[in-house]
């Protein structure tokens, strides 16, 4: 059983920048592909970013290209999701999920999930 714990989370300026971290337990073939998804209030779950941990591939929402990085430590099984010029509009929870394979942005392609971490940006 895969476990995923979000980490990174708070209340930050306009303009600021947070790294979110991803520490996966268990981790085996069925959790190759790590994303990130968030969730604002009143809103549907959306993608943010995902990687592939077998081979660095990844891939992007427009909404946070030239913004946000993500990245994979495979040595601490953590992926992270460096967070840089936030928005207002980037106010949300942030969830990071796993799957098997392929780099979906679907989020009812992704198995496992982690509780999720609070981002809120002031203007």
């Known amino acids: 059983q895969v476990q995923l714990v979000e980490s990174g989370g708070g209340l930050v300026q306009a303009g600021d920048s947070l790294r979110l971290s991803c520490a996966a337990s268990?981790?085996?073939?069925?959790?190759?592909?790590t994303g990130w998804f968030r969730q604002a209030p009143g809103k549907e779950r959306e993608f943010v970013s995902a990687?592939?941990?077998?081979?660095?591939?990844?891939v992007y929402a427009d909404s946070v290209k030239g913004r946000f990085t993500i990245s994979r430590d495979n040595a601490k099984n953590t992926v992270y999701l460096q967070m840089n010029n936030l928005k207002p509009e980037d106010t949300a929870i942030y969830y990071c999920?796993?799957?098997?394979?392929?780099?979906?942005?679907?989020?009812?392609?992704?198995?496992?999930w982690g509780q999720g971490t609070q981002v809120t940006v002031s203007s």
């Open positions: 999920a796993a799957r098997p394979s392929a780099l979906y942005t679907d989020p009812t392609r992704y198995i496992y």
């Open positions: 990687i592939s941990w077998s081979t660095g591939s990844t």
């Open positions: 268990g981790r085996t073939f069925s959790s190759e592909v």
